[in-house]
């Protein structure tokens, strides 16, 4: 097994790399799809002669498109050659998936899953709450499967929504938890986008609680995590790097498995 690995994923605004070393994550770094020339910065960076000899870059992606530039300069960036393993569907994955059509799940959400089931406690369900573009409640049975989630839009996709399809409505961020009562268009804004997300996050696990049958540990992680896990009714596990993790583990599962063949 490699002791050293770059995991890198590609999302659908952001990549976001985390390099382990002996199965610890040592250090990360994120920037926007478009900056194509930060894959080079970080390899410089990062990139030892013992990454070439006996590591690998492990690339998982919710974006083709960007993935694919991704890879083309990563090996323009690398012309050594270090070893590229791409995680792009569930089969890889060491997970059982119980949905109607697993490889339509979206591959960060079945990594996420991955890394908390190496967290969970044995026999105990989880969800999982990915604060990204998008954002997505997943839930973990008690024997470790996927089963399945929802999905809704993330603060920053909302808020986009709403400045496109209004003709008065102002294009707002949302930074940090806004006071709930609205004095202008911003704040009822601000308000009905955080406490709107907020209070959706609350009713789907509380939803999806019961039907686990148990009682889950929730684990919250994505851009957004820090600015919503503090208002979880029920406490919320924020892990930063969830998804770097699973594609770590889905990473040694894989190599570990052409290795004994």
Known sequence: M?????????GNSRIKWGRFHSGALISTASHPVSRREAVREIINE??????????????????PEASNQLIRDLQEASPLGAR????TDASLLPIQVLVDNPTAVGIDRLLNAVAVNARRPTQRPALVID????????????SGAFVGGAILPGL???????????Y?????????????LGKNTEQALRSGLYWGTVGALNELVRRLSEELGDQPVVYITGGDAALLSGRMEQPAVLIADLTLHGIHATAEHVLSGQQAS
């Open 2 to 10: 490699p002791t050293r690995l770059i995991a890198i994923d590609v």
């Open 46 to 63: 990062w990139l030892e002669p013992e990454d070439l000899r006996e590591g690998f870059f492990a690339v998982a992606s919710v974006n």
């Open 84 to 87: 590229l393993l791409r995680i």
């Open 131 to 142: 604060c990204g573009s998008a954002i997505t409640v997943d839930a973990v049975d008690a």
């Open 156 to 166: 920053t996709l909302a808020a986009r929504a709403l400045a496109e399809f209004t």
């Open 168 to 180: 008065w409505l102002p294009r707002v961020d949302v930074n940090q938890p806004p006071e709930p």
